[in-house]
DNA sequence: TGCTGATACTTAGCGTACGAAATAAACGAG
DNA sequence: CTCGTTTATTTCGTACGCTAAGTATCAGCA
């Protein structure tokens, strides 16, 4: 079987299926783990101060965003399955980050709120996902911003 | 405390020193790293058949590199700690990829060696390596390409 | 020869990350 | 109103990925 990306084009319609259905992340949380991942160390760094891993101040962003979001809607923001979710959200809750409460209206729902803490916390560590993300464009004309903005959307699946 | 990116500067000295002394990669090896990382599924999906993580293909290239590496070599190429590679060797020797032995000049040495199964898989999936690389530069300049692989290199420490 | 420090690797513990199976709740068709 | 399907979440098992601590070996030096 040759695996060359000329035959990219053939693999079975399933696969290519899956990889097309990723939803499209809400604001800029996928860019921020992109980010995340590729300045690794550095990045955990700033965080450990403040007891964080990088993982819940991702979560923390998508709330600041919007307070009250079910687990999904955050998973489809960070684009983790709800597997993952669960343990870090255990781990967020036991830290006095959020809170779980189940929505009124339907029960399946299970709604993350923001302690006081976690509310704290965005004021502590302001425009940092910005900034982040503008350090990687430092130095860059507009039209080479534009690229590798454009470039890194195509790279994580031709996002809005 | 502020941790706005025109502060990065103070960082105190150890946390930059750590920073920093992460060791250059030797080959594409970290580059096809980050960019697994990017495309995920898709790219796992390539792998599945043949029963194949990405680490273990990671591993594979390194191998298919220089065979009989150390267990840190392959470390310092693909910029894993020795903890993480233990556990992944480990399952490699057990899937029958890849031998241990013992460095007869230094007892503390422990070399990689591909099996007859590991050197297989080289013709199985040839040039995979470059060609996911190119693919996400296809359709783009010269120019481009250039400022895109400069970029990469960059944000993952200044490589050479 | 025996001591000391450096080096290579393993072990342990924790935190992601995924898919698949299980559970609970909502919803639509008859 | 009940049955089967869909949806939201959790649980389970496996595989990274890191740090810190432990073990074995080497290398230099008195």
Chains 1, 2 share one sequence.
């Not at 690794?40 to 962003?61: I, K, N």
């Not at 976690?118 to 690229?147: C, F, H, M, V, W």
Request: hydrophobic letters at 35%; glycine letters at 8%; charged letters at 30%.
């Amino acid at each position: 079987m040759n695996l060359t990306l000329s035959e990219s084009q053939s693999l079975p319609p399933q696969s290519l299926q899956r990889w097309q259905e990723v939803k499209a992340p809400h604001g800029i949380g996928y860019r921020i783990k992109l980010l995340s991942q590729l300045m690794g160390r550095q990045f955990q760094e700033y965080l450990e101060p403040h007891d964080l891993t990088p993982f819940h101040w991702l979560v923390l962003c998508c709330l600041w965003e919007q307070d009250g979001l079910a687990t999904c809607e955050v998973g489809d923001r960070l684009r983790q399955v709800g597997g993952t979710l669960t343990g870090v959200l255990d781990r967020m809750e036991e830290r006095g980050l959020v809170q779980r409460r189940r929505d009124l209206q339907d029960r399946r729902i299970w709604r993350i709120w923001l302690t006081e803490e976690g509310q704290k916390l965005e004021e502590i560590l302001p425009n940092y996902a910005t900034n982040l993300y503008e350090k990687a464009l430092e130095g860059r004309s507009d039209a080479e911003r534009r690229l590798l903005s454009e470039w890194i959307d195509q790279m994580i699946g031709n996002l809005s």
